[in-house]
């Protein structure tokens, strides 16, 4: 809750400044101006703070132990662009529910779809941000290149198949969904397109040229792939690369080389996804956050990401919880670095890695010896992500 201190005024008289006194009328109607003035300023700072606060968590025990303030609603990417900092997450959303799930979105105040071909769901996305009636320039849109389309003419093609399925003529970012291409037609590693990820770069700067995109960027990309990538004389450096963050796996040195090199993040999983949500909810520390601050213990994760100046998806198809994951507010200090003491303190944990069920032969993020991928993570069923795509 802001505070607003007063500075007393001047009564003009031992400034040296006013040179004649003003009668008694003047200083009536002068008083009186001073008064309106000061009653309109009241009237201004109470409905800023009405405003304000409607954004904070509706919890009513919000704030009840320590004063709270609001995050940042956006955050700027180089383009000069604004990216809404929290987003509603699409991916695992189902079929005849995700639909739903943006209208509710969207008439609870988001203003950022996280979508991907991939997760095909982009018709029902399209259409529900149709029905909806807000206006299609108020909406960041993202989506996301198939793994199967790194081939530089098959990039175009890729995109205008979700720009139709979206019902939209321009996306606000377009990413590299992996730094994995598979062959052509089928769901079989291509080491050499993998290896160099220029030439299907170089098509998406294309596509920005040709005002289909407004941003480009990556995805699932570690610092030695994206120092391959920059190594290139790109003509649009990646506006951001969303990436796995969550609890179990915070990636300190990740965002840090991102906030050196002007990359920023965007979280997936950031409450540990599906099979680690209940387990993220129940960290200690997590709890113990909320019940200080009178918030959620998913508001708490949400406004950690944000915090962190990362940009943040998640994933809900539940009205209540879409409703809940919107309100962020800023932890204090000392409750944000008991937070990311904690995640940064236990051995990082994956919760997604789809290299064995790919039949990669390294693991994509270079995170542990081959052979411990699986233990070290392996989301369930991640086997199957992009399968049935060709
Ligand atoms: P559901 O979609 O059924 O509401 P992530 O964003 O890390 O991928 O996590 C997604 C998972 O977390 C989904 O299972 C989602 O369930 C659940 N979830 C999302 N928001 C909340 C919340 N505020 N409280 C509890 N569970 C949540």
Redesign the pocket.
């Known amino acids: 809750m802001p505070s607003y201190r007063y500075k007393l005024l001047s009564s003009g008289d031992d400034d040296g400044e006013l040179t004649t006194k003003p009668t008694t009328r003047r200083k009536n109607v002068l008083f009186a101006l001073v008064a309106a003035a000061a009653a309109l300023y009241a009237m201004f700072t109470a409905v800023r703070f009405v405003v304000r606060t409607s954004r904070l968590p509706c919890n009513s025990r919000m704030g009840m132990h320590r004063n709270l303030s609001s995050l940042p609603e956006h955050f700027t990417l180089a383009s000069g662009d604004k990216i809404p900092s929290v987003a509603l997450?699409v991916?695992?959303?189902g079929r005849n529910e995700v639909g739903n799930?943006v209208k509710v979105a969207l008439k609870a105040g988001y203003r950022h779809i996280d979508d991907a071909w991939v997760y095909y769901n982009e018709e029902e996305v399209g259409q529900a941000l149709k029905d909806s009636g807000v206006p299609r320039s108020e909406v960041w849109l993202t989506s996301k290149l198939w793994n199967t389309f790194h081939a530089p003419e098959d990039v175009e093609p890729a995109l205008d198949e979700s720009l139709s399925k979206l019902g939209t003529d321009y996306l606000d970012l377009y990413l590299v969904h992996w730094p994995i291409a598979f062959k052509k037609g089928t769901n079989q590693f291509d080491p050499e397109l993998t290896a160099n990820p220029y030439p299907t770069w170089q098509k998406l700067e294309e596509m920005v040229e040709k005002g289909k995109v407004r941003n480009i960027g990556v995805s699932n990309f570690n610092i030695p792939r994206l120092e391959n990538l920059t190594a290139n004389p790109l003509k649009i450096k990646p506006a951001v690369n969303q990436v796995e963050l969550?609890f179990w796996n915070p990636q300190p040195d990740l965002l840090e080389w991102s906030r050196e090199n002007g990359i920023p993040l965007e979280a997936?999983?950031?409450?540990?996804?599906?099979g680690?949500?209940?387990k993220?909810?129940d960290v200690p520390e997590v709890k113990a956050i909320a019940s200080e601050l009178g918030i959620?213990?998913?508001?708490v994760l949400?406004s950690w990401h944000v915090q962190r100046g990362t940009i943040v998806?998640?994933?809900?198809?539940?009205p209540?919880?879409?409703e809940?994951?919107l309100h962020v507010v800023a932890l204090p200090d000392d409750l944000f670095e008991t937070l990311e003491t904690a995640a940064t303190s236990h051995p990082p944990h994956r919760v997604g890695n789809p290299s064995k069920g790919w039949g990669i032969p390294f693991d994509i993020f270079d995170d542990y010896p081959y052979d411990d991928v699986e233990a070290a993570g392996e989301r369930e069923g991640a086997e199957n992500w992009g399968k049935g795509v060709v």
């Open positions: 997450g991916w695992q959303a799930a969550n997936y999983s950031p409450l540990g996804g599906t680690y949500v209940q993220s909810l959620t213990p998913a508001q949400i998806l998640p994933k809900s198809v539940t209540s919880r879409i809940e994951n």
